[in-house]
Every structure is written in C-alpha cells, then in structure tokens.
C-alpha cells in the first residue's frame, strides 16, 4: 500500500502539495506515482524566478521505464527547484514526501481555494487503481 | 484480461512484485527497486522468472537436416552432444520469424527454446515442416524455467542441485547443457554475466525458487532483464528486429551462415541483399547528455539520412542512457537523437556496452 500523508493535499494527476508557515507551497510526486514509475533516473526541476499557471508542465520526472511531467497544481511564482535530484534523482523514490520535493511556489491566489483533493479522496482512488 | 501466469505467479505476487502483461504472460517487472535487481545479477547473482519461453523437443533421424533448412545459422556447428546454438529463423524473403536457442542432445533429440509472444506462430512453422519430415515435435509447457545469472550464480545455484546434477552441471562450458532426470542445465543467460538457465518441471518450481533466494540470489524482474541485455548487447525479438527486417540489418549477420552448400529458407534473399549491400544496420548508440533513448525516437545522422531507436533504456552500470538504432549503413560517428523534441547527441559505439561485468565502450 502506498503512502498518503492525511496533511497533504493531492491532485488527479499524483501531485502532492504542502501549505507552509510562510504562505508558500512545496509540491512533489505521491509515493503512487514513485512507485508506478520505477526507479527515476533523471528530474528536471523549474528555475527559480519561473511563473507557472495552474496545471502548467513545471517538472520531468524520468525513470528507468518512462519520462512523465509534473504539472503544477496551482499558478505561481517559482521559488526553488530541488537541486538535490540533479544528481540524486533517488530521493524521490526513497522519500517522496520529504527530501524527494520537486519544487516551493509562492502561489498567486488563495491556494485554499485550488482544486484539491484531501488524504482520503486521494487514497480511494489510487485504491481502485 | 488475465494473462497466462507461470508456476511462479505466487511467488512474484506474494513477494510484492508488480506485474505486467508480456507476450500474453503476467510477468514481474520488478519487486523493488529495479536498479538494485540489475545490480545484483552484475556484481553478486540474481534469478528470473522465464517459464513464458517455450522449449520445444523435436526428436527423430530427420531432426538435424530439418533444423539444417529452418535456422540460418548452421546446425551443423553443433557436433558435440550438450552444445548449444543461437539462431534466427526466417521467411523465405530474409524477414525474422524469431531468435531461438537451439540444443544438441543426441542424433535423435534436439531442444529449441522460443520466444513467448512468437511460440504460437513458431510451432505451427515449425509443425508444418516436420511432419513430412518425419520429426516429433514436442512443446514443454510441463516445464519451468529460471535462469540464474551473475558471477556468484553458480556458486550459489550448484549445491542446490541434486548430486548427480551437480556434477555434470559444474562441468559445463559455456553455451553448453545436460539434460539431467527431469531436470536440463544450461550455462547460458540474457544478461552478459555467467550463471544457468535451468528448466524443471513445474511443480517443484516454487520450492527450487525459495531454495535460491535462501542462498542469496535474488529476484529480478522484465525491467532489470531488459536494461541488463541491453547492456550485454543482445536482441530483443519484437523491438530490434521481426517479420519486417533481415538479420543482416538486425546486427544479427555473425549469425547467419550464408557460405557453404546448405541450403535454408531465407538464404536466397539474404545472399541477395549481401551482394547489393544492406541499406541500414543496426548499431549501438551511448548518449551523450542527459536524457533516456526510448524505442521509436528518430534518429538524425547527417547526409545519411535518418533512422530510428529500437530499443533504449538508462544504463546502471554506465550511468548513462544507451541504446540500439536501425540506421541508414552509412552512418558513422556522432548522430542525434529526437528526444521529447530536444536533438540530444549520440555516438555510434560497437556492442557490447558490459560483457562480465566490465564496461567495454569509452565514455
């Protein structure tokens, strides 16, 4: 079984999204997506500086089997990609919720308002996959 | 829909692994982590799940001199009992019916082992010839087939045979096997290191898999088993060549036997396309950024002209993506990649990648 974070926010599409004290999000790939794709052997993160609408390709996570994109559950300024997986493109596999983030984002609207789904809704339908 | 399973379906789901379908069979790709499976089978010993390939027994005097007409390579190299053969088998118009292993085993007895998605179609290529030629034909779906791979593979694998096989299985050479009982060793692989594929009868299957990871070998799923004869150089029936394509432009030529009387199905469009010349070969490309080769990316090279990736993957081993490419023959040097719409450089390096464990091409 995979691991759903019940603090976490999740997107259809296997994003996670994490509100911070300071109003800025930090968003990843769920622990699902991880281990669908196998072991990742490249990711490429957005530089710092770039702005994003919601759903825009703002990553490429590419495995061993296959290379997808990450979309971006909200619109934004971007305020770091995860240098780390440049060359430990790893951690995502091995902590996907911690030092496997993908980016932090200083979102442009109410990020309470996105379209999200909770802990629950997320892990009953990666359960019916 | 559900795929045929093997006598190890069990085993594969209970250990976690995730299934996918292959050839009609649900086959683990992996059960973790699928570069730590490649890894394993380079440096230590890993085991695979290959009881989707099908062995065949064609037994009778006309065995030899059917085999002598159905495969391209020559039968008649096989002159010690136990030896084995890698061959393709063709279409009268030079196309790729399928890669196959074929063993002596006496005058009256030989084994081919097949492809799975292919054995359908094989054996009823194969039947058609061998009735009127007198030739029993046999497939074994009564057995299982692990292979054992790695340098630590037959050290860890032997003393779990029984004593009578022991002995004759440490004795084998290299592309050598023995029937043994029930039971037929062979010191052959997919993987470019040493070790056995060992085919039993199916129910004792999943105690003799248990046995081995016991002892250390560990299960390796399609994923590790690809990225591993990749780097090994070696083809997959399918993706590098089929019915389309010769095995002159397949990479393939060093087995194909063309000089001499022997006649086989094939060999005329083959002698053919040797004297105009092949217009493409198959070739081994390193990538020389970042990125992955996948199958079916476009390659550029130059005023060659173009051709295609047949297969691609990210090498543990070089740390790098390689691959293989059908391109025009022309087609030398540095070429490009289309890779998501980026040109990603390449270079044309000759196969293997690894072989024993050894990175063998310049990075």
């Known amino acids: ?35 669908a794709l196998g072991d990742l052997v490249f990711v490429e993160v957005p530089a710092a500086g770039r702005t994003l609408a919601t759903g825009d390709a703002c990553a490429v996570v ?31 596999n091995q902590d996907p919720y911690g030092k496997g983030w993908i980016l932090r984002l200083k979102p442009s609207g109410n990020a309470a308002s996105a379209d ?14 | 829909m559900m795929g045929q399973r093997t006598p190890l379906y069990d085993l594969h789901v209970a250990a976690g692994a995730r299934l996918v379908d292959f050839g009609g069979w649900d ?64 279409r009268a118009d030079g196309g790729v019916i399928d890669d196959l292993i074929a063993y002596f085993l006496d005058e009256q007895w030989f084994r081919l082992v097949v492809n799975a998605g292919t054995a359908a179609k094989d ?43 022991q ?8 592309f050598f096997a023995t029937p043994c009982g029930e039971w037929f060793v062979a010191r052959t692989g997919y993987t470019g290191e040493d070790g056995y594929e060992i085919m039993l009868p199916s129910g004792g299957a999943p105690a ?16 590790a088993r690809d990225t591993l004869r990749l780097e090994a150089g070696m083809n997959l029936y399918g993706s590098d060549m089929d019915e389309r394509v010769s095995p002159l432009e397949s990479g393939l030529a060093w087995t194909v036997a063309l000089d001499g009387d022997r006649d086989f199905i094939g060999k005329e469009a083959l002698v053919a396309e040797r004297s105009r010349g092949s217009a493409r070969k198959l070739v081994g490309l390193l990538l020389l950024e970042r990125g992955v080769l996948r199958s079916h990316q476009q390659v550029v090279a130059g005023d060659a002209g173009s051709g295609e990736v047949t297969s691609g993957t990210y090498s543990p081993t070089l740390e790098r993506s390689i691959g293989f490419a059908r391109v025009p023959a022309a087609a030398a040097g540095t070429v490009q990649v289309d890779i998501r719409g980026r040109l990603v450089p390449a270079r044309i390096v000759k196969l293997p990648f690894v072989r024993n464990g050894r990175i063998l091409v310049e990075l």
């Open chain 1, 116 to 129: 999200l789904q909770d802990a629950t809704a997320y892990a009953a339908e990666v359960a019916g996959d």
């Open chain 2, 167 to 174: 002995a004759r299985a440490a004795g084998l050479g290299p």
């Open chain 1, 1 to 35: 079984m995979s691991k759903v974070p019940a603090e976490l926010r999740y997107t259809k599409s296997h994003e996670w999204l994490r509100a911070l004290p300071d109003g800025s999000v930090e968003i990843g790939i769920t622990d699902h997506a991880q281990a």
């Open chain 2, 208 to 223: 003799f898999w248990n046995a081995l990871q016991a002892a250390g070998v560990r299960p390796c799923g399609l994923g």
């Open chain 2, 123 to 165: 054996l009823e290529w194969i039947r058609e010839r061998a009735r009127p030629a007198g030739v029993s034909l046999t497939p074994r779906r009564d057995l299982a087939m692990i292979a054992v791979q790695g340098p630590q593979a037959q050290a860890k694998a032997l003393p779990l045979l029984r004593p009578a096989c």
């Open chain 2, 27 to 90: 086959l683990p790709v992996n059960y973790g982590s699928q570069i730590e499976e490649h890894r394993a089978v380079r440096c230590d010993a890993g085991m695979f799940d290959v009881s989707h390939m099908c062995a065949l027994d064609l037994r009778g005097t006309g065995t030899r001199a059917l085999l002598a007409q159905l495969l391209a390579n020559d039968i008649g190299r096989l002159t010690v009992p136990g030896k084995a053969l890698y061959s393709c088998m063709l």
């Open chain 1, 62 to 92: 590419e495995s061993v089997k296959a290379a997808s994109d990450v979309y971006s559950p909200l619109g934004g300024e971007v305020l770091a990609g995860n240098e780390a997986l440049a060359t430990q493109p790893e951690l995502v």
